[in-house]
């Protein structure tokens, strides 16, 4: 009997005393916050003018703010100059970067590598609605370069970081 007592009690007690595997739960917060898409809008073209084209060749520069200039040697005439000019529309206090591919100008004759200028948006890169993006840069225009037109591309990407 006092054996039966004992696997009783055995029994009893290991089954209070075990664990039947149990739960626990936790939750987790889920947020989002929409922000307006970035953009960036072509407002102006970089344009260098009509330049004239001499034995010596040399630059022609158009600062970020349209203002040309170029070597001693080397004379532009007509055409309004003007740096390129882009809007730039990105949530405030959101960073955003901003990259460029540029080519240089190809045409009737040999194509004239540019050296491309960027002034930054006045409040850095910090984001807000129509921020300007200036671009200007220097053309490298070759000895007695060929007369004709000319043209080539920059491509600006800004994507928020």
């Known amino acids: 009997m006092k054996k039966i007592t004992f696997i009783l009690f ?6 209070a005393f075990a664990q039947t595997g149990g739960t626990d739960n936790a939750t987790a917060d889920v947020d989002a916050d929409i922000v307006s898409v970035i953009s960036i809008t072509k407002d102006v073209d970089l344009n260098f003018g009509k330049v004239i084209s001499d034995a010596t060749g040399g630059t022609v520069i158009i600062g970020t703010n349209s203002a040309r ?8 005439v007509g055409a309004s100059p003007s740096a390129a000019s882009f809007t730039i ?3 405030t206090g959101y960073t955003y ?8 100008l190809s045409g009737t004759g040999t194509d004239m590598p540019i050296a491309y200028d960027l002034s930054l ?8 609605v129509d921020t300007e993006l200036l671009i200007g ?3 490298s225009v ?18 928020y970081e």
């Open 137 to 139: 840069g220097t053309l």
């Open 142 to 159: 070759g000895t007695t370069q060929t007369v004709g037109a000319y043209s080539g591309t920059v491509a600006v990407t800004v994507s």
């Open 121 to 128: 948006p006045a409040t850095g890169n910090s984001g807000g």
């Open 97 to 104: 970067s901003i990259s460029y591919i540029g080519s240089a």
């Open 69 to 76: 200039s170029g070597t001693a040697d080397y004379v532009t």
């Open 89 to 91: 529309g990105a949530e």
């Open 10 to 15: 055995a029994l009893i007690a290991g089954s």
